[in-house]
């Protein structure tokens, strides 16, 4: 499974940005989908996640702002981000599991994309 992750930027406080995160190969086998953050000195944290049946998990940072969905269609997991913060920069990266219950830890994700860089400007 490859994930491909894109959408980062640079965006101003309060805006908006999308991340898309496409999957190719044996997507069959990721049965939830997550989306993880790094800024500059700290772990990598995670952010929200989605399962193959639609359930959804929020960590409280973004809880409120940020929407995870997805479209099986294009194989593809969206992260929408509203009411963005400066806090709120990172390295973004999309991950996938081979299990249907929802993991905030890192070491849980098999599959990694190679992470898109949103920059959020005070």
């Known amino acids: 499974v490859q994930l491909q992750a894109s959408g980062g930027g640079l965006v101003q406080a309060g805006g908006s940005s999308r991340l898309s995160c496409v999957a190719s190969?044996?997507?069959?086998?990721?049965?939830?989908t997550g989306w993880f953050r790094q800024a500059p000195g700290k772990e990598r944290e995670f952010v929200a996640a989605i399962s193959r049946s639609g359930s959804t998990s929020y960590a409280d940072s973004v809880k409120g702002r940020f929407t995870i969905s997805r479209d099986s269609t294009k194989n593809t997991v969206y992260l929408q981000m509203n009411s963005l913060k400066p806090e709120d920069t990172a390295v973004y990266y999309c991950?996938?599991?081979?299990?249907?219950?929802?993991?905030?830890?890192?070491?849980?994700?098999?599959?990694w994309g190679q992470g898109t860089l949103v920059t959020v400007s005070s």
């Open positions: 190969g044996r997507t069959f086998s990721v049965d939830s």
């Open positions: 991950a996938g599991s081979l299990v249907h219950i929802i993991y905030q830890q890192p070491e849980r994700y098999r599959y």
